[in-house]
């Protein structure tokens, strides 16, 4: 079947612009993950949902950073004013439920690009 | 709280021996773990997790990694690397502490396979 999907592939955009990055889930999956990955470090945790609501957004770095999964499915991360410092790859996962054990299926990721 | 630690950023290896790639985690509740192999340009994959049952884990590929709880450590193995081995590996702590269920990912370790 169809694994996770991440739109676009890469992005690339000026310093101040708004983007927006989609994750398409497994369908079924009741969770999703949004993870930022620089270069030479682990992904790391962004914002999860479980269903249509944000369980946990701990790790937005800052108000310029917002997510919604509106049907419980496709989620879209939006980033406002970009910064340089922003320049990553944005990595999605879903996982079937929410649950300590859980396998999370990751996409290709997203890498974005400010200049 | 939960940590990861990868003792090694880069492991160096012949095709056809052992690959170890350690691993040691701190969290105040009963841990799952997992290891994650990153190919270039490809997405996360799971090779294996340790979810309470069996010490022992296999995973694809051939990996394997023990859970030794007195030791903090969740090592992953291999009896004979292979060149398509050669990637980023990733141990993955979560413990679904205070109700949420954010992994903890370690900064990745990259195995390097010469013929």
């Not at chain 2, 997790?49 to 450590?73: D, M, P």
Request: glycine share 10%; net charge neutral; proline share 5%.
């Amino acid at each position: 079947g169809a694994g996770v999907s991440q739109t676009p592939s890469n992005k690339v955009t000026e310093k101040g612009k708004y983007v927006e990055l989609r994750c398409d889930p497994i369908s079924g999956h009741t969770a999703l993950y949004w993870y930022r990955q620089s270069l030479g470090q682990g992904p790391e945790f962004l914002i999860y949902f479980q269903g249509t609501g944000a369980a946990d957004d701990s790790g937005l770095p800052n108000d310029r950073f917002f997510a919604v999964r509106p049907e419980g499915s496709v989620s879209t991360l939006k980033i406002q004013r970009t910064e340089r410092g922003d320049s990553a790859v944005y990595l999605c996962a879903s996982s079937l439920q929410t649950s300590v054990g859980d396998t999370q299926y990751f996409g290709p990721g997203t890498r974005l690009t400010v200049l | 709280a939960q940590s990861v630690t990868q003792l090694d950023s880069h492991v160096s290896v012949s095709e056809g021996t052992p690959v170890l790639l350690r691993c040691n985690y701190s969290s105040s509740y009963s841990p799952s773990l997992f290891w994650y192999v990153q190919h270039p340009n490809k997405g996360l994959q799971l090779l294996l997790k340790y979810t309470s049952a069996a010490t022992l884990v296999k995973g694809i590929n051939g990996f394997e990694a023990e859970f030794k709880k007195s030791e903090t450590s969740f090592h992953l193995t291999k009896p004979s690397a292979h060149m398509s081995d050669a990637a980023e590996y990733f141990c993955v702590v979560s413990t679904g502490t205070g109700g949420s269920y954010i992994p903890t990912f370690g900064r990745g370790t990259s195995l390097i396979v010469h013929p």
